[in-house]
T-cell receptor, first 113, second 112 residues
Framework: AQSVTQLDSQVPVFEEAPVELRCNYS??????LFWYVQYPNQGLQLLLK??????LVKGINGFEAEFNKSQTSFHLRKPSVHISDTAEYFC???????????FGTGTSLTVIP | ETGVTQSPTHLIKTRGQQVTLRCSSQ?????VSWYQQALGQGPQFIFQ???????GRGNFPPRFSGLQFPNYSSELNVNALELDDSALYLC???????????FGSGTRLTVV
């Protein structure tokens, strides 16, 4: 089975500052990795995904993430955050060919004006 | 704008009752998955359907069941509701296996 640990439950950051949301995963098989964002009272929106190839993945809204297999990590970064980035962020993993996501417990990002 | 529509958006049921949640996916989305998201938690996989057949199930009891229809709609049925079933239920659909999932906005179920 797979599992995901999001190391920070809450991350406050000032507007225009950089941010990193940390994600570590555990799996005995090869996996795909994802970051989703959830705004209040809404469903999940895909930010980016790593399936194969370059370990640096660029997503929507200026976010990027780097897959580090040796450290089993997939941290999400943004060089300059905006107020509109305030939301809940979920890291997820899926074993190859399974089409089933395992989600972390989420990181609440609050951007302070 | 999401291509996955869930209904109803909110629902209150009494313990022991049965509930049906509905999801309407985009045309061509042959795969649909359902997730349960308890308050303050990440979504948990309930089950997945592909071309109207269940092809994956998470750690949920049999009182959680589903159906997928040829018109790309699907249902989640929960029997004998318990207080712990209170959660946001999310439907996600995909046209292929390349993980291009689209999530709906969810149904908020409250069991009292």
């Amino acid at each position: 089975a797979q599992s995901v640990t999001q190391l920070d439950s809450q991350v406050p950051v000032f507007e225009e500052a950089p941010v990193e949301l940390r994600c570590n995963y555990s799996s005995s098989v090869s996996v795909y990795l994802f970051w989703y964002v959830q705004y209040p009272n809404q469903g999940l929106q895909l930010l980016l995904k790593y399936l194969s190839g370059s370990t640096l993945v660029k997503g929507i809204n200026g976010f990027e993430a780097e897959f580090n297999k040796s450290q089993t990590s997939f941290h999400l970064r943004k060089p300059s955050v905006h107020i509109s980035d305030t939301a809940e962020y979920f890291c997820a993993v899926s074993a190859l060919g399974r089409n089933q996501f395992y989600f972390g417990t989420g990181t609440s990002l609050t951007v302070i004006p | 704008e999401t291509g996955v529509t869930q209904s109803p958006t909110h629902l209150i049921k009494t313990r022991g009752q049965q509930v049906t949640l509905r999801c309407s996916s985009q045309s061509g989305h042959n795969t649909v998955s359902w997730y349960q998201q308890a308050l303050g938690q990440g979504p948990q996989f309930i089950f997945q359907y592909y071309r109207e057949e269940e092809n994956g199930r998470g750690n949920f009891p049999p009182r959680f069941s589903g159906l997928q229809f040829p018109n790309y709609s699907s249902e989640l049925n929960v029997n004998a509701l318990e207080l712990d079933d209170s959660a946001l239920y999310l439907c996600a659909s995909s046209p292929d296996s390349n993980y291009g999932y689209t999530f709906g906005s969810g149904t908020r179920l409250t069991v009292v």
